[in-house]
């Protein structure tokens, strides 16, 4: 009899480890605008202005950067349970939470998934004051909420099954047809919570939030480019073919990645198909065909297993990098324009 999949309402919180606190606010803070609901000298918990929950990101206080965890709210209490027994019927590390071991969180399964990734499930949350209309708190790039996790991984095809069997959907792809090279999957009316990217894994790519509109993520860019702050911005802004989402990258002082991410669709019918891109089409990760700098496909962030310790690397065999011409197309775009002159 098959052990019954949580029922995962969205991406929720993460937690990741940064080696220096007070920089690390400099950055998410008082740059772009998150707000510190509550902080320490070892941990600040950060929340968008639309958020009800206590917090979004836990940025806590160690000797090496690295993820910690990835969340998921799930819909009841029971569903806590059945996250617990559904990966452990797998034979994969569980360990019970007690409430409060994160701040504002109720009793939490954690698990490692088959990618090796820290995931954990929770229910009951605190709520944090309604700043949905405190215009005159908002600052930088007025975060608005998390929005999904995007993730490293050698194998995007198992990535891709197993997290269809924990229930979420496919809102689109790359491929060709040799390979799956990355995928967006959803529990949420929106693209993604959990996006898998070909490459040596499990490592974070990044964490995004949501931003009211567009011009927001240009100010986190004139505010990072006023600092002199500029190094901190690694792809973008632009637009995505694959979400249609208008984005920028950022490289937070521990070098974790964040994505500002506005203006995707919505994904809520149960009929709601699949979109697929060529790993041969330059426009499939910037609309506008401009070239991902070869960071953005090499460089993620450790994931600590349950047991704290660093998760050992996995190489894929072939990678979208390297299938598509160097960074993603320099080569195909160079010769397009070349042959266009
Ligand atoms: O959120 C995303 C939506 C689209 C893309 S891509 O670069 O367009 O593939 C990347 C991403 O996963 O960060
Ligand atoms: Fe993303």
């Not at 088959?114 to 929770?122: A, I, K, N, T």
């Not at 799956?180 to 529990?187: D, G, H, T």
């Amino acid at each position: 009899m098959p052990v019954p999949a949580p029922d995962v309402v969205r991406a929720a919180d993460a937690e990741l480890a940064v080696t220096d606190l007070p920089r690390a606010r400099r950055f998410w803070v008082d740059a772009l605008g998150f707000e510190a609901i509550e902080e320490d000298d070892e941990v600040i918990y950060l929340r968008g202005y639309e958020e009800f929950l206590h917090h979004s990101l836990v940025l806590r206080k160690a000797p090496e950067p690295g993820l910690r965890r990835l969340a998921y709210r799930v819909r009841t209490p029971e569903d806590v349970q059945r996250a617990e027994e559904f990966f452990a019927a797998k034979g994969l590390p569980t360990q019970v939470v007690p409430a409060g071991t994160t701040r504002g969180i109720g009793e939490a399964v954690r698990v490692e998934d088959p990618l090796g990734f820290p995931v954990e499930f929770f229910h009951h949350a605190e709520h944090g004051p309604r700043h949905v209309q405190r215009y005159d708190l908002r600052r930088g790039a007025e975060p608005a909420r998390i929005d999904h996790f995007n993730v490293l991984t050698p194998d995007v095809q198992a990535a891709h099954d197993f997290y269809a069997e924990l229930g979420f959907r496919t809102s689109e792809t790359i491929e060709d047809d040799d390979r799956l090279y990355a995928a967006w999957m959803f529990r949420k009316s929106t693209v993604h919570d959990i996006a898998f990217t070909g490459g040596a894994g499990p490592r974070l790519h990044h964490i995004a939030f949501f931003v009211p509109e567009s011009h927001h993520i240009l100010r986190a860019c004139d505010i990072l480019g006023a600092t002199a702050d500029h190094a901190h911005i690694e792809r973008g802004p632009g637009r995505h073919g694959v979400s249609n989402a208008f984005y920028l990258y950022l490289r937070d002082p521990d070098g974790h990645r964040l994505e500002l991410y506005t203006s995707d669709y919505y994904t809520g019918d149960p009929d709601h198909p699949t979109a697929r891109w060529s790993v041969q089409d330059p426009r499939r990760r910037d609309f506008w065909g401009h070239d991902v700098v070869a960071s953005w496909y090499r460089e993620g962030s450790t994931a600590f297993g349950l047991d704290g310790e660093p998760k050992p690397l996995v190489h894929p065999p072939v990678s979208e990098e390297t299938v598509h011409v160097g960074a993603d197309g320099i080569g195909v775009v160079t010769e397009a324009r070349l042959q266009q002159s």
